[in-house]
């Protein structure tokens, strides 16, 4: 995999500038941008901007709901690549299929969908409803929505963690007495610990920044059910002459959670990569 | 089958084994050839039976009841009313139109940069590859929302090249240029991702000895490298192509949402549901189902070819990592 001789192809300066180039046009100058914009504010303005009573109530739902949603992910998602991976059943293929349609689903279609489904006459809202279950327009119908969005990461990178497990381990646990769940516990749980992790901070991550699903789902109520993402398209539209940089402002303290998260993930693969070799 | 059972006992002390019988039937271990088999035995029945049925009734109620949901909802009045639906509003045929401008065009701008990162990436070593790679990941990382506001803050009328777009006449926001920046930036790591590590797991032999044959670079590249890598790039883009047909929050809020000229599918889902005509919003969704379910599709069919190689026992020496 690494090279003894560096540089000996052709396509270096090419292609490194290309990449530079593109990325810098794409990535660079935007998030430059959006950095110069949150400057020209002062600090007073800033918090002013970044910390209203709204904004506050916005960031508290959607780190909360993108939390919540990532832990049931996290749960459902090794639920689902447990049985994919350990029981034969009919089916088995598509259902295994049928993990990636939330990546391959338009976020729109899923809100418009899911918003169907759980109003009170709704195929499912009409026996969840009289149950207290309001899964249409409010915080509950944002965490579904964000389960539904997040929990294939979860089984996408716990499948192949499950698959090169050590059969012997196992094997050796029963031979010296433990219980299949003593087993799960203590020999399998641990090995999945850190893609689970994973799994549940890919989830985070999408949740904390989804749009088009929520802005279907949630009603976009201030204080009740919107989230920052929303907030911000809110207050780019209100068209006032520092409307825009308070947008950003909003939107630099979105852009520094995803930040953290991309770099926690980052060293989460890290981890796991180095915990299999 | 005896040195495996040998292996399975090794760490046990000689008098455990004896206690194995009680513990763990023997019966299992002829079943051991397959290490598979046995490990997918050992749960009771019940177990398997009752987790089995909780993730399958999970998959139900997440995926395939909203996507039956669709279907039925779009075809509640009949597939002449549906079709009606689809056809007739010229807002719904014009957003067709720009999705397929605006998807081909962020999908071919993300191979070339895909293929140019990954030559890059994998095949030479050089200060800052690692934060390079990390720069890749960062469209993925980034709100589609505020990827969106983004290029508002450039293009924009109070942005920073707002001004001077004006001036010339010009304008990026709120027209298809406009929906194909945002659309490239939210689609930039599919391609590059993909083919990263199907290039560094290939390794550059093959390359380098056609180099040394006296090949030049752009027969290395279209006689090796792109045979090597069509598989992972053909996944990529299907992927890629996914998400730019599909995307919402970053053409949201560049669009401006004008009917007619700068709504994709996605964004026409949305006005229509806004404007409560929901049967056209669910026709038009059923459309984008549609184009789901293909890529779906073409994704385990790339995958099933990408394991029918791996079985062939030379190329799978160099995929394995």
Redesign the interface.
Known sequence: MSQSNPRVLPGYRLSISFTLFYLGVLVIVPLAACAITAAQLSWDQFRAAVWTDRARAAYALTFGTAFVAALLSSAIGLLVAWVLVRYEFPGKRLFDSLVDLPFALPTAVAGLVFSNLYVPNGWLGRFLVPLGFEGAYSRVAIVLVLVFIGFPFVVRTLQPVLESLDAEAEEAAALLGASRWQTFRRVIFPALLPGLLTGFALAFARGLGEYGSVVFVSGNMPFKTEIAAVLIVGRLEEGRPNSYREATAIACVLLAASFLMLILINRLERFAKKDEG | MKDELK???E??PGD??A??PD??PLSSFPLHPS??Q???A???LW??VL??A???G??T???????I??FA?ALADGFGAYWEYLTDDPDTRHAVLVTLTVAPIAVCANI??GV??A???A????RGRTL?V??????????????G??????F?L???FGPWLRANGLQVLFTVPGLI?AT??VT?PFVARELIPVM??I??DE??AA?SLGA??RQ??WRITLPNIKWGLLYGVI?CN?RA?????AV??VSGRIAGETCT???Q??VL?QDFN?PA??AL?SV??M???V??LL??WVEGRVEKKKDDPQISQTNT?
């Not at chain 2, 109620?61 to 996507?67: E, N």
């Not at chain 2, 960062?138 to 929302?145: D, E, I, K």
């Open positions: 292996n399975g006992e760490p046990v455990a084994a206690r194995a513990g763990v290490s598979f046995a490990k997918r050992r749960d009771p177990v398997r987790l089995t909780l993730a399958l999970f998959l109620v997440l995926v395939v009841v909203p996507v949901a669709v909802e070339v940069f140019a990162a030559w890059a990436i095949r030479f070593r050089f390079l990390t720069l890749i990941d960062v469209p993925f990382a980034v709100s589609p929302v505020v990827a506001l983004m290029f508002v803050l450039l924009g109070q942005g920073f920046l490239t930036f930039l560094e797991a390794g550059p390359e380098l180099l030049n670079g290395i590249f992927l996914a047909m599909g995307e919402f929050g949201y809020v599918m996605p964004l889902v949305e549901f929901s919003a669910f969704a984008l189902t184009l789901a379910v890529t779906l994704k385990v990592d």
